[in-house]
């Protein structure tokens, strides 16, 4: 059943798996014949060709078979021997499409001063006296006072003897928090599960940090968790972040959002203060295609949803190093995200901004919100955690 491609083409099966046969030449009453008694090793195989069954079927252009792939958990990120993910060999739309995220927030701030803190000395509340909302004000006035950012920033950049000390108290508990939220988030009958437990076997034997990020990409529950829990993912990062420094951005990359009046009045007050700092709370993903950002801030909403669609475009003029890219740089430095078409920057707590401009388009209502990167003032550890404790 399905083998008469084999027998029409005459190839040494010897040479490649059946299964990568199958998926080459399109046959796929003989992949969905096959697949469900594969491991997941077997699927994800590098052929003795030097390609992957999925790089095949995406090369010679079979979409109904790249798609029963994809729908079944597939690598994404394997490279063959030239060096290229399957989306890569891609020749048409209709191929590069299917490897698409379906519709999520994954672009997208539906509480964007959730996102944001002010930054403030001592962690004290910025008088309010305008009518914006409390809570919206916390942090510091100016980044010579984002004690946070400058821990953070500290320990990433410190060496020997303080920075072991640190590693081994911190990183063996962010490790263990994180396996619990894996756990929690990615089931053993989610599509991603296979790919998500290699990823993460990596990070935990050997603090892989691309495996990490790539993870992180994986259409899972693990997103959603991390905006409201990303202590230990947060942590692990900064702790090895010497180690992404040649993915640290520099130019340009967008967020999609949606605001209230409010919520853009806070950010005219911010706006009105250019000695005000906005640090991050949370990790998020932005995008270098501002098309990408736009296309989830267009997605279906219920009707009593009036809030205004947003733009934020974040202006690093500076290299950046907790704005990570996650796409391909060169051939030593491969795409980590599962889904290129987003082209994902991923954006870690603790990176400092000023707002630089607010436009807003009188055809569509639409708002742009600038932000400009603002390098964190470096200082010693042991002062910061002293300023931390007053």
Request: net charge neutral; hydrophobic share 35%; with cysteine.
């Amino acid at each position: 059943m399905g083998n008469g491609a084999f027998k029409k083409t005459g190839f040494k099966i010897g040479e490649a798996s059946l299964f990568y046969w199958a998926c080459k030449e399109g046959d796929i009453a003989a992949v969905r014949q096959m697949l469900p008694n594969m491991t997941y090793e077997q699927v994800n195989q590098l052929e003795p060709l030097g390609s992957t069954a999925l790089h095949a079927a995406v090369f010679y252009n079979h979409p109904h078979i790249v798609q029963l792939l994809l729908e079944n958990g597939c690598s994404r990120t394997t490279l063959n021997r030239h060096g290229a993910t399957a989306y890569e060999e891609a020749s048409t739309d209709e191929i590069r499409a299917l490897f698409n995220r379906p519709a999520s927030g994954r672009f997208v701030d539906e509480h964007m001063t959730q996102t944001f803190q002010l930054a403030n000395p001592k962690g004290n509340s910025v008088d309010m006296k305008d009518g914006i909302p409390d809570d919206w004000f916390k942090g510091h006035t100016t980044a010579n006072t984002a004690y946070e950012s400058q821990f953070m920033h500290a320990i990433a950049d410190s060496s020997g003897v303080f920075k072991k000390l640190v590693q081994n108290r911190i990183e063996a508990e962010s490790k263990e928090q994180l396996e619990q939220l894996v756990s929690r988030t990615i089931p053993n009958e989610h599509q991603q599960y296979e790919n998500a437990k290699r990823l993460h076997e990596k990070v935990r034997k050997k603090s892989d940090m691309s495996s990490l990020l790539t993870m992180y990409t994986l259409e899972t529950p693990l997103y959603r968790t991390l905006q409201n829990e990303a202590d230990s993912f947060a942590t692990l990062i900064y702790l090895h972040l010497a180690e992404l420094k040649d993915r640290a951005y520099k130019g340009r990359a967008y967020r999609g959002g949606r605001m209230t009046e409010n919520d853009i009045q806070a950010y005219r007050w911010a706006l009105q203060r250019p000695e005000q700092v906005l640090e991050t709370r949370t990790i998020q993903s932005m995008s270098l295609n501002e098309s990408v950002a736009r296309r989830f801030t267009q997605s279906e909403r219920p009707r009593y949803d009036r809030r205004n669609r947003v733009i934020l475009i974040f202006d690093f003029s500076e290299t950046c190093p907790t704005a990570i890219n996650l796409n391909r740089i060169s051939e030593k430095l491969p795409a980590l995200s599962v889904h290129q078409d987003e082209e994902e920057v991923l954006l870690l707590p603790f990176t400092l901004f000023s707002v630089r401009e607010i436009k807003v388009d009188s055809k569509n209502g639409e708002y742009r919100i600038t932000l400009t990167y603002i390098p964190t003032p470096k200082v010693a550890a042991v002062t910061i955690a002293h300023n931390l404790k007053e």
